[in-house]
């Protein structure tokens, strides 16, 4: 005989799989937008939650301030019952919540949690039981159960308790980690298989059958700590490879070896390799910063992550590696840093994204200008950089022409709009960070 409980769990995937549940999604920014859409275009009622009033506005105005991410895609979205809010109230009406906030560093490296723990407490009064809450945010092992329960069981007005096993009542809470890579087109994101670890067998259940409308793959793990710590291994196996090629290219550049024709010969190999680049340093939301939540968390259980501590300390030297090749490419014509015109291209992170956030671009600027350069940048995806957590720039984009006027051009990010032969041609001398002048032969390139 099958109890209510079991009916109305039933009832729940049933409405998942019909696309009936309504999905609410909090934080409207790169990972949580994409994500809305995803869920849209399979028919499901979506509404995003920010607490950014700006964002919510364009968004409900029909307009995108993602790049990558057309207005007319929101506007589809609309018609398909998209709508944004900043009123946490309406999580009441929500069959499934997806957190998507951020998870930075705070001034001392450590994690910062505020975000998540805001996001919370906001809804917390608003839960009803049978609800899957689920947190995409990147985080320590332990944060789903040791942060996110304990606020939502004290913070819901009904009592409600999260549910660990069959035939209880409360809500559901799940760990499903966040895989978008931005600006990769080579894998579609149905095909990115989806990992969940539920607080319960039954929240598990749920989020499969929610995350398999949109993901042709879900792979359900024991328990949220085990998808948290998924997550972290994929992004430090990132961090700690492009350490390794990062210190390799800089003993093949001693050596007289081309590290870019060594991995292009390694990857070759069937079996056993993965190429990664070396580069101007780490950038972005994940890779500079996920690994250090580990470290952070590892010092409770006395342990020393030593392979993420060697990673972080190559990485974030490579900018002071740039502007070393900078030096020595300007001494080479008889000229310093301190006074020279140095237009820097590239700022996003990486190639073809509108995303800035730990760019290596920022910290090269910075250094440049501390050594009393007079540094321009272009980038096709930011017309002006003011001030951010790590950086207070207050510049604007200046046009592609007339490099001849530049001292140095530094190509920090490789957008594929560049044509790299003209920038060569016209600069006096170009300091190419990721291999963008390969194969062209010229006085005036410094290669680092
Ligand atoms: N960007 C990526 O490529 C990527 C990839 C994988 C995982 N992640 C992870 O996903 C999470 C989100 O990253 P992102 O890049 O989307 O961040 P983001 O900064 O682009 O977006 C976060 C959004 O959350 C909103 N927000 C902040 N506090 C809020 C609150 N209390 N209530 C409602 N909204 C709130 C912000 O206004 C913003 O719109 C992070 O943990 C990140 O590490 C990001």
């Known amino acids: ?77 609309q018609k398909a019952g998209f709508r944004a809010t900043t009123n946490y109230a309406e999580i009441a009406q929500m069959d499934a919540v997806i957190i998507c906030v951020p998870t930075p560093l705070d001034e001392h490296q450590e ?22 809450i689920v947190l995409e945010s990147t985080t320590y092992p332990g944060t789903t159960e040791e942060v996110v329960v304990p ?7 009904a009592g409600l308790k999260v549910v660990r096993a069959a035939g209880e009542t409360g809500v559901h809470v799940v760990f499903s980690p966040e895989r978008e890579d931005p600006g990769n087109e080579s894998v579609a994101r149905h095909d990115i298989p989806k990992v969940v670890g539920g607080c319960g067998p039954e929240a598990a259940e749920l989020a499969a059958a929610m995350y398999g409308a949109i993901f042709h793959r879900v792979v359900p793990v024991s328990s949220p700590s085990a998808a948290e710590m998924t997550k972290l291994l994929e992004n430090i196996y990132r961090c700690v490879n492009i350490a390794l090629v990062n210190e390799l290219k800089q003993l093949c550049m001693r050596m007289g070896i081309d590290i870019h024709e060594v991995i292009d010969a390694a990857k070759t190999k069937p079996f056993g390799y993965q190429a990664f680049y070396p580069g101007p340093g780490l950038g972005g939301h994940c890779i500079p910063i996920d690994p250090f939540y580990l470290s952070w968390k590892a010092k409770q259980f006395d342990f020393r992550t030593r392979f993420i501590e060697l990673a972080g300390e190559v990485n974030t030297a490579m900018p002071y590696f740039v502007i070393e090749h900078v030096a020595n ?23 073809d994204i509108d995303d800035l956030r730990e760019s290596p671009s920022l910290t090269i600027i910075e250094l440049l200008r501390d050594k009393g350069a007079i540094v321009a940048y272009n980038d096709p ?21 007339n ?4 001292d ?28 963008t002048t390969k194969g062209m032969v010229s006085p005036k390139i410094v290669r680092c």
């Open 1 to 77: 005989m099958t109890s209510a409980i079991d009916n109305r769990l039933t009832g729940l995937k049933q409405k998942m799989e019909t696309r009936e549940a309504r999905i609410g999604i909090v934080g409207m920014g790169y990972v949580g937008l994409p994500l809305s859409l995803l869920f849209s275009g399979e028919r499901f009622h979506v509404t995003g939650f920010d607490i950014d009033a700006n964002k919510v506005a364009t968004l409900n105005a029909g307009g995108s301030y993602i790049v990558r991410i057309l207005p007319a895609e929101i506007q589809a979205a």
């Open 111 to 132: 994690p910062d949690l505020s975000y998540i723990t805001e996001t919370v407490k906001s809804i917390a009064p608003h839960i009803h039981a049978d609800q899957l």
């Open 151 to 157: 606020l939502l069981e004290v913070g819901n007005r």
């Open 329 to 351: 490419g300007l001494n080479e014509q008889c000229k310093s840093i301190k006074g020279s015109k140095i237009l820097v291209l590239g700022l996003a992170y990486k190639r």
């Open 381 to 401: 995806y930011f017309p002006k950089v003011g001030h951010g957590r790590h950086y207070d720039l207050n510049m604007t984009n200046t046009p592609l022409d």
């Open 403 to 406: 490099l001849g006027q530049y």
């Open 408 to 435: 140095a051009v530094v190509i920090v990010t490789d957008h594929s709009s560049y044509d790299y032969k003209a920038i060569v041609e016209q600069s006096q001398l170009v300091i190419d960070t990721r291999n």
